[in-house]
Each structure stands twice: as C-alpha cells, then as structure tokens.
C-alpha cells in the first residue's frame, strides 16, 4: 500500500494466497476449506486442565527470559529420550511460536545482504522472514520427479560467499516430502564445506509416515551449526496457544534471547504450562490424533489419484498437507484453484504460493475429518476438467 505513512518497503503488495485464504473462504456459503493447516481438532482436555490447573495455582506472570525452566528441562529431556540427543539448557529458547522463533534465528545471524537459502517448494512466510532480517532468500527448488529430495549439486551452485544459511523442512509443508537420512547428510557435508548454518523446521515431526523422523541436528557433527525450530502448534493441536522452541549453540541463543526482550518479552506463561505437560503426556495424547490425520491424507490420497488431471506422491511420507499435480489440466495453479473454488466450492491454494517450482500443483490441508473430504472429492469429480 503506497502511503507517506507507510514505509516505503511495505509499498509494494507483498500479500499472498495463504493470507486472503479467510476471505476466499467466505466466497460460497458452503465452502469446503482445505487451504490452511490449523487442525480441526481442538487440544487434548489433559493438556488444557493441567494449563489452566497451572494458571489458577499462579502460573500467570512472566516466566525467565529464556523460558519456564520446567519447560526448557522438558525439551532436553524429550530429544534425549527420542533421539539421543545430549541438549543443554543454555541451548534452549522458547518462543511464541515456531514462526517467531524463524523470525529471532535469522535477525540473530543475519548481515545485511546475506543470503538463506530455502528448500522449496516452502512455507510462504520464508522469504519475507528472511527479507525482515535484511537478507536475500534463495530458492532451492526441489521436483517430484525427484522425490522433492535436495538435489546437492543443485544446492551447492547456489552458495557464494555471501551465502550464510540453508532452510530445510522435513515432514515439508507444502509437499508432506521427507529428506531421507542420506540427503541430510549430504547437506550436513554441504555445510561444512562452505561454513554454513543449517535451518531446521522441525515442526511436523510426529507425522513421519514411512520412517521415524530424525532431527538434523542429531547427525554426526550437525549440532554445533544447526538451528532447530520447533512447535507444538501441530505435533499436540496446540495452534492457538502460540508456542515453540529454538535449539541453537549457546552463543546464537543467548543473541536471540536478547532480541526477543524488545519483541514480546516472553511467551505466554499459560502456554508453556501446557506445552510442558504436552511433552510430558505425550504418549497419552499423541497417537490418536496422529493417527487421525494419517488417515485422513491416505484417504485423500487415494481419492486424488482416481481423478482425472490430478495426482500425487502414493503412499504420502509426512506432514498433513498433500500437493497435488494438476499439469496435466493445462491450467495454471491459480487458474485450477479458482476453478475448484467457483465450480466446486472448495478451497485450495495454488502451489506457486510455495515457490516458483510449486507451479502446476495445488496444495491441501487434511484438517478436515474423511467424510468432509469425500464430499470435496465428490465435487471435484463432477468438474469437467477432472473427468466429470
């Protein structure tokens, strides 16, 4: 919006299709939203009484600058019991939201113009996170002819001497793609080669389908450069409550840590009681609703793949999200999604929202239950440029 007011960076329109997906919403009255990732299921009542159990007993000022340290405690013990990490305190943040904790990594290591790159297809906020911390976002582009794994010869003729970082994302938002062992450790040698920092976004890790999820940052050597982002925002349904945790080396967290005093201070105190008992419940909590949501995009997938001009990636590896090839249609993303919008009533959002390299797919969010997905499968059906 060009206004004296506004600062001239902000002039120029930088909304995108996950932003107007409220509005789009509101198009039809009975419109099938499958355009953004927030769980239809709310958090688990364990979660919620042992919180506000919390509050009530005084759990409702500010906790240390860091985080509440039974919570930060939690963490560590947490990625020592699941993956055989040896995480220190001094090497725990906690942040309202993985999206904010993004926001505090790059403005903690950034210069002005260095470069980040971003596994694509990513998730949209990236580049402007990136741009926010006075960096240049780079896309990496990954292809499902390639599994959407990181291509590494692709990866290293990107790196100049202003690059600074890699971003990676497995389970991936958009794809549901996870980098297999191997690719991480052909990036984690990537990263020593050049010096760089490794980006992790870790906050689909309870939705690996195939293979058990493993943080980057566990691999051999991996841990002193890697930033791990993490959330409870999907792995406990826990959207509203906007928290997340950094695990960095001291150094960056203590930088982050001062960065955040002038942000928000500190995260919700009643959010991190009950991301604490959510670690701490977790094999209570987590199954069913894991579960859940496998159904639910191995059902879709299965429906997407008996349409015409429409596939997907059959079984899918991770995350809740499907992205779906429409290239055969000869429609753009944005066209077939304002079809399936106007003639279907569903929502859905182009996948060049996600990078350059998500042209010709639309992305899906499975947060609604299976016989919700049927009905919007029903209705794609019945289109004519999907065989209807």
């Known amino acids: 919006m060009r206004h004296r007011y506004i600062a001239k960076r902000y002039w120029k329109d930088q909304s995108t299709a996950m932003g107007q997906s409220d509005v789009m919403a509101r198009a039809f009255d009975d419109v099938i939203n499958l355009s953004l990732g927030d769980p239809d299921l709310i958090t688990h009542e364990l979660i919620i009484d042992k919180a506000f159990a919390d509050a009530r007993a005084g759990h409702t000022k500010y906790t240390d600058f860091r985080g509440d340290p039974e919570l930060r ?3 560590c013990r947490f990625y020592e019991e699941e993956y055989g990490m040896d995480v220190k305190d001094e090497e725990v943040f906690v942040c309202a939201s993985a999206c904010l904790g993004m926001y505090l990594a790059l403005e903690a290591i950034l210069d002005d113009g260095d470069e980040v790159i971003l596994q694509a297809p990513y998730f ?16 990496l582009a990954t292809y499902e002819e390639e599994d959407f794994q990181i291509n590494i010869e692709r990866l290293e003729g990107l790196i100049n001497e202003r ?6 994302n497995s389970p991936s938002n958009p794809t549901g793609n996870c980098l297999t062992v191997e690719t991480m450790e052909e990036i984690g040698r990537i ?6 920092l490794v980006i992790s976004d870790d906050i689909y890790t309870a939705f690996s389908y195939q293979n ?6 566990a691999l051999k050597g991996m841990k002193e450069r890697t930033i791990i982002l993490n959330s409870f925002s999907k792995n406990f349904t826990m959207t509203g409550w906007r928290v997340g945790n950094i695990i960095a080396p001291e150094y960056i967290i203590k930088v982050i840590q001062q960065i955040n005093e002038n942000v928000v201070f500190t995260a919700p105190s009643i959010s991190q009681r009950a991301a604490l008992h959510a670690l701490r419940n977790r094999k209570e909590v987590q199954p069913s609703m894991v579960e859940e949501y496998r159904s639910r995009v191995f059902y879709a997938a299965k429906r997407i793949n008996e349409l015409e001009g429409m596939s997907v990636i059959d079984p899918p590896k991770g995350s809740f999200y499907l992205f779906i090839n429409i290239k055969e249609t000869g429609l753009s993303s944005e066209e077939a999604a304002e079809a399936i919008l106007k003639e279907a009533h569903v929502l859905m959002l182009p996948g060049n929202a996600f990078g350059s390299c998500g042209e010709g797919y639309l992305r899906i969010a499975c947060t609604v239950n299976n016989q919700v997905l049927g009905e919007a ?4 059906g019945r289109m004519k440029v999907f065989g209807g």
């Not at 690059?163 to 990676?168: E, L, S």
Request: no cysteine; proline share 12%.
């Open 73 to 75: 405690a939690e963490i």
């Open 124 to 139: 949209t906020p990236y580049p402007q996170q990136v741009e926010l911390a006075r960096g240049i976002p780079v896309e």
């Open 163 to 168: 690059t600074k970082a890699i971003v990676i």
């Open 191 to 196: 990263a020593e080669k050049y010096d760089l």
């Open 212 to 217: 058990p999820f493993v943080p980057f940052g």
């Open 377 to 380: 499968f029903d209705r794609i």
